[in-house]
């Protein structure tokens, strides 16, 4: 996981947000060098880079508050860098795989008629109500197995169309990705995820090489559904045990 966290900080690192302001024309680089974010930070620069590559993986709490700040990171972020220096196992879940399906279903039922769906830490759409289910358009004839909320915003032109904001949403569902699966970033399932989406989606890679981070939590966006758009708020559920979320829509205040 010690790469993780270099990667993370070089890429964070190299943001142009953060490049200095009113900076020459002449700079070759983008962000910050390694230099400015270790001055900036109170540590050397042969620790910094030490970071980066790989061979220093367990800074301090306060070298990472340094950091965090010099880098502005987000609340997010702060913690996914926390979770790359300290992976944890991923839990297996509390419910037993007779039992789970039954409880989302339940819960994605009990919110009707709002529309409601329950995602996986690779946003796999493992249950839905109908009304949610129609969120995506085309998604009831895609066969339940092959239904990922991520995939449809990058790839399916039709997402573009339902939701007016998309850039936001599909920015967002990159950031969601990275950090649902902050405590196993080589599995071998996200792997072949990012390495389908990146070959098929350039958005896809260049989000997803920024290293964003952040957890999915309430919002209102805009939704077309037929012929009108309108206004809908989004919360969104964490069920940190089973690996889970779960979206529900309302009508925006």
């Not at 939590?217 to 708020?233: D, E, K, M, N, W």
């Amino acid at each position: 996981m010690s790469h993780e966290l270099g990667d993370f900080l070089r890429a964070r690192r190299t943001d142009p947000a953060l490049s200095p302001i009113g900076a020459s024309s002449r700079r070759r680089i983008t962000g910050l060098r390694r230099e400015e974010v270790a001055s900036a930070a109170g540590i050397s620069v042969d620790y910094y880079t030490r970071l980066e590559q790989g061979r220093e993986h367990h800074p301090s709490e306060a070298v990472l508050d340094a950091l965090a700040g010099v880098l502005r990171l987000t609340p997010d972020a702060r913690t996914h860098a926390a979770r790359l220096r300290e992976p944890r196992p991923m839990s297996p879940g509390s419910a037993s795989a007779d039992i789970l399906p039954q409880r989302l279903a339940a819960l994605v039922t009990a919110v009707r008629p709002n529309p409601a769906y329950v995602l996986d830490r690779l946003s796999n759409m493992v249950a839905a109500n109908p009304e949610g289910l129609a969120m995506f358009a085309g998604f009831a004839e895609v066969p339940a197995a092959e239904r990922n909320t991520c995939r449809y915003l990058l790839l399916d032109p039709r997402a573009r169309d339902v939701f007016a904001e998309w850039e936001d949403l599909a920015r967002g569902a990159v950031a969601q990705l990275r950090a649902a699966n902050a405590d196993d970033l080589r599995a071998p399932a996200l792997a072949s995820f990012v390495a389908e989406l990146s070959e098929a989606s350039d958005q896809f890679a260049q989000w997803w090489g920024e290293h964003l981070v952040e957890r999915r939590r309430a919002s209102t966006t805009y939704v077309r559904t037929g012929a009108q758009l309108q206004p809908r708020r989004y919360e969104v559920l964490h069920l940190p045990e089973d690996g889970l979320r779960m979206t529900l829509w309302f009508p925006a205040e």
